[in-house]
T-cell receptor, first 112, second 108 residues
Framework: DTAVSQTPKYLVTQMGNDKSIKCEQNLGHDTMYWYKQDSKKFLKIMFSYNNKELIINETVPNRFSPKSPDKAHLNLHINSLELGDSAVYFC???????????FGQGTRLTVV | KNEVEQSPQNLTAQEGEFITINCSYSVGISALHWLQQHPGGGIVSLFMLSSGKKKHGRLIATINIQEKHSSLHITASHPRDSAVYICAVDNSNYQLIWGAGTKLIIKP
């Protein structure tokens, strides 16, 4: 039973399109995150969402927006996709208790 | 200066060696994470620490809050331990700050 599930695993789309990546967790964690893995394989946080409070990395373009319909989901919407948006995006969850964080498998986005 | 510094950046060792990866940070934190990223890109959470020491199998993680330092140790290393190991800290503002990672290669 997957703890953090991302869909789709692969996404190929054209420039200018709008797309969404879904993330669902069944751990009951109170915080969810989106990360972008850059070309050097470093993970950079994009958003964190906790109890309806959204914290945004100010370097993230406003074409990116997280949407949380409920506590178990934090979806990533991207408008007007650009070539530079091609990357692997990871969703993760965390708890305020002293437990481990869990990551989704990642979504490889390719913009052509 | 990065808020989270890892060392070494690259480490190659022989199977069976004892491995240590270090992480120093300069911000106040509520927790520190050690993560493992395999060549396929999948990330596994190894430990989340707020104090003391944790052990899972051959992996041991320690943290010293006063010195703002954590170490990840691997005993009896094996080629399957080859991966990138990442230290990340939770700055209590719902943000995780990442280290640059340590690429570990264990040779048979």
């Amino acid at each position: 039973d997957t703890a953090v599930s991302q869909t789709p695993k692969y996404l190929v789309t054209q420039m200018g399109n709008d797309k969404s990546i879904k993330c669902e967790q069944n751990l009951g964690h109170d915080t969810m995150y989106w990360y972008k893995q850059d070309s050097k394989k470093f993970l950079k946080i994009m958003f964190s969402y906790n109890n309806k409070e959204l914290i945004i990395n100010e370097t993230v373009p406003n074409r990116f927006s997280p949407k949380s319909p409920d506590k178990a989901h934090l979806n990533l919407h991207i408008n007007s996709l650009e070539l530079g948006d091609s990357a692997v995006y990871f969703c993760a969850t965390g708890s305020s208790a002293d437990t481990e964080a869990f990551f989704g498998q990642g979504t490889r986005l390719t913009v052509v | 200066k990065n808020e989270v510094e890892q060392s070494p950046q690259n480490l190659t060792a022989q199977e069976g060696e004892f491995i240590t990866i270090n992480c120093s940070y300069s911000v106040g934190i509520s927790a520190l994470h050690w993560l493992q990223q395999h060549p396929g890109g999948g990330i596994v959470s190894l430990f989340m620490l707020s104090s003391g020491k944790k052990k899972h199998g051959r992996l041991i993680a320690t943290i010293n809050i006063q010195e703002k330092h954590s170490s990840l140790h691997i005993t009896a290393s094996h080629p399957r331990d080859s991966a990138v190991y990442i230290c990340a800290v939770d700055n209590s503002n719902y943000q995780l700050i990442w280290g640059a990672g340590t690429k570990l290669i264990i040779k048979p």
